[in-house]
């Protein structure tokens, strides 16, 4: 059997995930991470986007978060999640709801921080329909 | 003897008022599972935020993060305090303040001044009688408290830590012990504890930071914090209902208690009433004969 690693997914609202893996993959604010058993140890601040779970024979696992803190030790990996959900509860139409809503707030800026605040809005649903394109693509 | 027509109104006004605190009392107890919930669904990420703070306690980076750090001489004390915003529940929030009155006068004996951040309008409405420094207060946090409103209160506090001008932050809240006992606390959020580490100095390690330490850190201390404040707030929630609770309760049942013995008086008084109406019509007949 190949090895795993243990792997918590929490949210600030609830505990997501709690299971092994054989490889772990994130994203981070400087780009993709691919983690496996043994790896040394990382503190990394994530983006909007995915967090894929690996193992042999099964189909991966995917969750979206918006950000937030992964910490790798050898044996354990933590995901502290601002917000995460399973990527099947993701919902796509609310995803572009918000992509339409976004953009347009950014259309009629009024002030840095609306606009700053639209754009961190929008490179989250973008992430999340990343996540749900990916996902019908294994399932077909 | 009060006349049965008072009595009446005013058994007709206990009831209506025991018909309240009952309601009072099941709206209360419903909304504490709803708050014993919440507060078991952000236990995981606390536990698990505790955890990586632990690691890193454990781990020797090059970079010390100002929150991590002990200052020599404090002069100024934070303090967050939690309560809650709406009255009827018993001695939870005099309680609190009671601890916290005798702390703060042991600290001004000391010679340090104190900042402090309030939440819940009772919070506020107590301290802005005393001649305390406030920094910032927020009322109306709601059944649901959510992380965003909370940010400003806590972000004055931790600016002031990082800036040196306060150099220690402690919370108070009530805690949560059950639905029968809610206790006071107050616990230190800053300078973090590094724990004990000595046995696990076996072999020298630290993290792979990314992007740099100085901004994960921030990040992952900011959060922490935050963390630790919401679960007092949400525990915070927890006990004001579970006092409420208690307290209907047993409002309600004086409210019996008065109305069963203004029931007796009642009784009697008309019992009275009775009796000397059937003597008045004895005597009046007997005077005819």
């Given amino acids: ?140 | 003897m009060a006349s049965t027509k008072e009595l009446r109104t005013q058994i007709a006004s206990i009831q209506s008022t025991q018909k309240i605190t009952s309601a009072m009392e099941m709206v209360a107890a419903s909304k504490m599972r709803r708050a014993q919930d919440r507060m078991h669904a952000s236990r995981p990420y606390a536990e698990k935020i505790r955890a990586v703070i632990h690691h890193l306690a454990l781990a020797h980076p090059e970079y010390k993060h100002p929150f991590m750090q002990k200052q020599d001489q404090i002069k100024r004390v934070g303090l967050v305090i939690i309560s809650s915003d709406r009255g009827l529940c018993g001695g939870l929030n005099t309680n609190l303040f009671r601890k916290l009155a005798k702390l703060m006068g042991e600290w001004e004996a000391k010679g340090l001044e104190i900042d402090v951040a309030l939440f819940g309008g009772k919070a506020v409405s107590f301290f802005k009688r005393l001649k305390v420094n406030i920094v910032a207060e927020l009322s109306d946090i709601g059944d649901a408290p959510e992380h965003d409103v909370m940010l400003g209160n806590i972000k004055v506090m931790l600016d002031a830590y990082a800036e040196g001008k306060i150099g220690k932050l402690c919370i108070a809240y009530n805690q949560f012990v059950s639905a029968m006992t809610q206790e006071p606390v107050v616990e230190t959020l800053l300078p973090l504890d590094p724990g004990d580490n000595d046995d696990d100095i076996k072999y020298y390690w630290d993290y792979i930071y990314e992007p740099e330490a100085e901004v994960v850190l921030d990040t992952l201390l900011k959060r922490y914090i935050e963390s630790l404040v919401y679960q007092g707030v949400v525990e915070n929630k927890a006990s004001e209902m579970a006092a409420r609770m208690v307290a209907m309760k047993s409002a309600t049942d004086n409210a019996g208690e008065l109305i069963a013995e203004l029931k007796l008086v009642y009784n009697k008084a008309r019992q009275a009433a009775i009796t000397q109406e059937i003597s008045e019509i004895v005597s009046g007949a007997a005077a005819v004969e």
């Fill in chain 1, 1 to 140: 059997m190949a090895m795993t690693i243990h792997v918590d997914i929490v949210s600030a609202e609830k505990a997501i995930f709690s299971g092994k893996a054989e490889m772990v993959y994130a994203e981070t604010v400087s780009g993709e991470v691919g983690i496996a058993p043994r790896h040394t140890q990382l503190i990394a601040q994530m983006r909007p986007g995915e967090v894929r779970l690996h193992n042999e024979g099964k189909q991966d696992e995917m969750f979206w978060v918006s950000g937030g803190i992964l910490e790798v030790q050898p044996h354990q990996i933590t995901v502290l999640a601002d917000t995460a959900e399973r990527a099947d509860d993701l919902d796509e139409a609310r995803a572009k709801e918000a992509i339409e809503r976004a953009e347009k707030a950014m259309a009629d800026k009024k002030s840095s921080i609306d606009f700053a605040k639209a754009q961190a809005e929008l490179a989250e649903a973008m992430a999340q329909l990343r996540v749900i394109d990916k996902l019908r693509k294994i399932k077909k």
